[in-house]
Structure formats: structure tokens, C-alpha cells
């Protein structure tokens, strides 16, 4: 009968005909792909947690705000770590944003087009440079600019500021927080203006025009229409820049000082939790110094973990508050 239901076609036979189409197939391959990204973030965690049993057991949550760390009397604390790891993470972002931002709306909106794609392949080339690099690049580029030229300026001009001026007091030796910070800057300006150029490059022509078309002017047109229906993603790659600030090893330990010690000045030498490990693994000899080492590894992993879930939220909030203009 014409009008008749179809018939539900079930059990063994529908399975083994899927399984024959390749959809049963490709389902259960990307679905053991998927497990296995969460078996391999699970079992990092466990090694971590159970690795650092010592530690915790010793130090409970005050490994978190202690600021001593003394190897000799096995005594650890992870602020200094903390501390250094947000400061140069935040400072290399305020420096960061604003020019990759700059540069990817030049590329994206009022370069010419091959100009574009010719400094978008040497800005990839930036982003594929090895770490160790970059370090070197700071000790022999930015650590002279900075004791020589940056760290003077800064002092004539903000350092009499009552609240900015405390961040440039003290000897400025060229090794410290600031300069780790505009090493880690120019390490993530290559991902902000990579990221955001292709998605500022997808947003649909018709948005521009009828901005121009309403008498904006190209500034006009780019600043309120395009930018902020591109701002989703340009968060997204601003994390993604943060991601990369807060876990980088070689390039900061070659610049920042490696003092354990929490100081406001920026000229002032410091520590991150990345550099630590990385200096100091290899010479833990007592098992309490090596969960507090683990333990610290634990703590970036979680610092990470919350910091790229706040972002996630908050683009979340954007584009239901909305992303893109109406």
C-alpha cells in the first residue's frame, strides 16, 4: 500500500548492512580517536597526581602560597613559580594583542592581497621557529635593548607614576620579568596575526559593503563591522597565544633570571614554573624534591586547564550576547 508506514528495519541485519555501507566503520574508528584523547589527558593527570603524593602529603595546599623553595631543607613552595608564570604570561600579552591585532587587520583588510600572502608565509615561518631561538635572540638582542634603551625610557617616563612607577624601580640589568615578557611577546604575535587574519578574511564581503555603502569609511567599515564579527575568533586566538605564554621553557630561562623570589619590579629577575623543571629535574636527587617538581608540573597543567576553560565561557558569552553584528 502506497499510504503504508515504511518498516523499521532493525537488529543484526541493519548493523552488519551499516557496517557493510563504512558508516558503522568510520563511527567506531573516530569514536576510539576521541577515547583515546581523553585516555592519554587522563592518564597525565593521574601520573601527575600520584607522582606527586609526597609533596602534597607534606605540604597540603600551602605549596600553592608558600614563597620559599629550598632544596637543602627540603622545603618547596610554588608561589615565586606562579607568580613569575603569570606576570611574564600577562605582560606578553598586553604587548602582543594590540600589534598582532594591528598587523592582522592591515593583512586582512588594506594590504594588497599578494603583499598579504607573501608576509602571512614568513609570519608562519615565525610561528614554526624553535624556542632555543628565540632565546638567544633575547640575549643578545633584548636583554642589551632593554638595560641600554627600553628599561632607562620606562624609568623617565612612567617611573614617577605613583601606582606604574613601583613596576620600574630597582637596578635594571636586562635580565628579568620585562624581558622575558617581550621574548614571549614576539614568540605569540606570530599565532595572533595567523589565526586572526584568516578569520578576519572570512568574514563575508557583503558585511563591507553595505558598511561602505552606508557612507563608512574603510577605517569605519573595518573597525565596527568586520572586526567585531571576527572578535569570536580573535579570541580564540588570543587564548591560543596565552596557551603558548604560559608553558614555554627554553626561550624564558635564558632571559628571566631563574631567582625564586616574588618581586614587583619588572626589572627585577624571576621564575616560571616551566623554567624550573626544566632546570632543575635532572638534579633532583631526594624524593620530596621530585614530587615538589612533579607537583609543579601538576599546577601548570591546571593553571592551563582553568585559564583555557575561562576562555571558553567567555566566548561562549560573546557570541550569545552577540558575536556578530545583526
Same mark, same amino acid.
Given at each position: ?82 607568580? @613569575?608564570? #603569570?606576570?611574564? /604570561? *600577562? &605582560?606578553?600579552? =598586553?604587548?602582543? $594583542? !594590540? ?76 635580565? @628579568?620579568? #620585562?624581558?622575558? /615578557? *617581550? &621574548?614571549?611577546? =614576539?614568540?605569540? $604575535? !606570530? ?136
Amino acid at each position: 500500500m502506497d499510504g503504508a508506514a515504511p518498516r523499521h528495519v532493525g537488529g543484526p541485519r541493519s548493523f552488519v548492512a551499516r557496517l557493510r555501507d563504512g558508516d558503522e566503520v568510520a563511527h567506531l574508528i573516530t569514536l576510539v580517536f576521541a577515547a583515546v584523547i581523553l585516555l592519554i589527558t587522563s592518564m597525565l593527570v593521574y601520573e601527575l597526581w600520584v607522582s606527586s603524593h609526597l609533596s602534597r602529603a607534606q605540604f597540603g595546599w600551602n605549596f600553592l602560597w608558600t614563597q620559599t623553595w629550598d632544596p637543602i631543607f627540603d622545603h618547596y613552595g610554588a608561589a615565586p613559580f606562579i607568580y @613569575g608564570t #603569570l606576570v611574564t /604570561s *600577562i &605582560v606578553s600579552l =598586553i604587548i602582543a $594583542v !594590540p600589534l598582532g591585532l594591528a598587523a592582522a587587520v592591515y593583512l586582512a583588510e588594506l594590504a594588497p592581497r599578494n603583499m598579504s600572502d607573501s608576509i602571512a608565509f614568513l609570519i608562519d615561518l615565525l610561528a614554526a621557529v624553535p624556542s632555543v631561538i628565540y632565546g638567544l635572540l633575547g640575549i643578545f638582542v633584548v636583554v642589551p635593548v632593554v638595560r641600554t634603551t627600553i628599561g632607562p625610557m620606562l624609568i623617565n617616563t612612567v617611573g614617577n607614576v605613583p601606582v606604574i612607577g613601583r613596576l620600574f624601580k630597582g637596578p635594571n640589568y636586562g635580565v @628579568g620579568f #620585562l624581558t622575558a /615578557s *617581550i &621574548v614571549l611577546a =614576539i614568540m605569540i $604575535v !606570530p599565532f595572533i596575526i595567523s589565526v586572526s587574519r584568516e578569520v578576519l578574511l572570512t568574514v563575508p564581503r557583503e558585511q563591507r559593503e553595505a558598511a561602505l555603502a552606508m557612507g563608512a569609511t574603510r577605517w569605519e567599515a573595518t573597525w565596527k563591522v568586520v572586526v567585531p564579527w571576527a572578535r569570536t575568533g580573535i579570541m580564540g586566538s588570543i587564548f591560543l597565544a596565552l596557551a603558548r605564554a604560559l608553558g614555554e621553557t627554553m626561550a624564558v630561562t635564558m632571559v628571566i633570571g631563574n631567582d625564586p623570589k616574588i618581586r614587583e619590579s619588572l626589572f627585577a629577575s624571576g621564575y616560571t614554573i616551566a623554567a624550573v623543571i626544566a632546570n632543575e629535574f635532572t638534579e633532583a636527587t631526594g624524593d620530596l624534591y621530585l614530587s615538589a617538581l612533579i607537583e609543579l608540573g601538576l599546577v601548570l597543567f591546571l593553571m592551563t586547564f582553568i585559564l583555557n576553560g575561562l576562555a571558553r565561557i567567555l566566548i561562549v558569552a560573546t557570541e550569545r550576547g552577540g558575536g556578530r553584528p545583526s
